[in-house]
């Protein structure tokens, strides 16, 4: 069963432009929610994460939207970079430290 | 090293062998998960480390698995029997207590022939 899905499963957008990658969770006993960032060769590494008691986190270019009634969580990334060509991962767990459920992943392009 | 090291970062075995793949953490932390990354798909949760014992071994798909962490630090992931459907790249993370963010290795590229 999987519990936490992510769409789209790639993605291709201008420089400058916004990358908005989505997930939905079953599980609500989860209650940390992580996105990481992985690049080829790589292992993911950790981009910005939210918990339930907030609707939004904002960390430069990186936003995360959360709604908990719905039971899904976004990322946005603001002014995309050639850079930030990437496969990104939305996550769940049911607390901080415990093992995380993750998304089947979202490749972005940047196009310069 | 200031990062997670895996070795060895890739491995070619034959069905039926036996397999030992090597995770050192980042020093102190206390957390060490293992998780297997299959291609074009997110990492999918194996067992998971507090300290010496295994707190979660939940994900380890079959008794061909194992994993030991004999002193708190380093862990090896043991895999017997190996089949063709083990080929992954097995990633190792490394974590302080309870705070969330896993560090992790560029992993071990399994491929069982």
């Known amino acids: 069963q999987q519990q936490v899905k992510q769409s789209p499963q790639s993605l291709i957008v201008q420089k400058g432009g916004i990358s908005i990658i989505n997930c939905a969770y079953e599980?609500?006993?989860?209650?940390?929610f992580p996105w990481y960032q992985q690049f080829p060769g790589k292992g993911p590494a950790l981009l910005i994460a939210i918990r339930p008691d907030v609707s939004e986190k904002k960390e430069g270019r990186f936003t995360i939207s959360f709604n908990k009634s719905a039971k899904q969580f976004s990322l946005h990334i603001m002014d995309s970079q050639p850079g930030d060509s990437a496969t990104y991962f939305c996550a769940a767990s049911r607390a901080a430290g415990n093992k995380l459920t993750f998304g089947g992943g979202t490749r972005v392009l940047v196009k310069p | 090293g200031a990062g997670v090291s895996q070795t060895p970062s890739n491995k070619v075995t034959e069905k039926g062998k036996y397999v030992e793949l090597r995770c050192d953490p980042i020093s102190g932390h206390t957390a060490l998960y293992w998780y297997r990354q299959s291609l074009g798909q997110g990492p999918e949760f194996l067992i998971y480390?507090?300290?010496?014992?295994?707190?979660?071994d939940s994900g380890l798909p079959n008794d061909r698995f194992f994993a030991v962490r004999p002193e708190g630090s380093v862990s090896t992931l043991k895999i017997q029997r190996t089949e063709r459907g083990d080929s992954a790249v097995y990633l190792c993370?490394?974590?302080?207590?309870?705070?969330?963010?896993?560090?992790f290795g560029e992993g071990s590229r399994l491929t069982v022939l």
């Open positions: 599980n609500t006993a989860f209650d940390y």
């Open positions: 480390f507090q300290g010496t014992g295994a707190a979660d």
């Open positions: 993370a490394s974590s302080l207590m309870n705070t969330g963010e896993l560090f």
